[in-house]
């Protein structure tokens, strides 16, 4: 890497094996989970693998996830009418965080923040398109995070 190249997200967490170890672990620990465990019940084998493939497209890396789901209208639908807590919300985000910790993925302070700041995001969403009356807008923009994104006030 050039000393000029500023390295994505994506890249500085390891790219699509990183990720893929990251979720595949997470939702070992989240089916054990007497909060979570009840939520993610219905999924199946590949979910792992669906979430590594958003987030690493959402940090910058291969758009993998928009070319064979449909993009972020894809999750979006994924959570309608499920009804989300934020209790279940602030859980989640602190297991994944513990298992990258666990995992030993870079735990700069550059780096945690952008993740932290996605995840609080994503998350955040995620309970608001849970709720009764949520749609999706089907031409909704994947996010795209890097290092330091302000997204400014919240437009429903």
Same mark, same amino acid.
């Given at each position: ?19 893929? /170890? ?9 089916? +054990? $989970?007497? @909060?979570?465990? %009840? ?49 279940? /919300? ?9 298992? +990258? $910790?666990? @995992?030993?993925? %870079? ?50």
């Amino acid at each position: 890497m050039s000393q000029d190249h500023v390295p994505t997200l994506y890249e500085w967490v390891g790219g699509t094996e990183a990720l893929n /170890r990251l979720t595949t672990r997470f939702y070992q620990h989240v089916k +054990a $989970d007497a @909060l979570l465990g %009840p939520v993610f019940a219905h999924m199946g084998d590949h979910h792992p693998a669906h979430v590594a493939a958003f987030l690493g497209e959402v940090l910058g890396g291969p758009t993998a996830y928009s070319e064979a789901h449909g993009g972020h209208a894809h999750m979006i639908r994924q959570h309608l009418n499920r009804h989300l807590s934020q209790e279940q /919300r602030r859980r989640w985000v602190a297991l994944l965080l513990e298992t +990258a $910790d666990e @995992l030993a993925m %870079p735990d700069d302070p550059e780096f945690r923040s952008a993740l932290v700041g996605y995840l609080e995001w994503g998350s955040r969403l995620a309970v608001i398109n849970s709720q009764p009356g949520a749609a999706v807008d089907a031409d909704q923009p994947m996010p795209k995070w890097g290092w330091g994104e302000v997204k400014g006030p919240y437009k429903p």
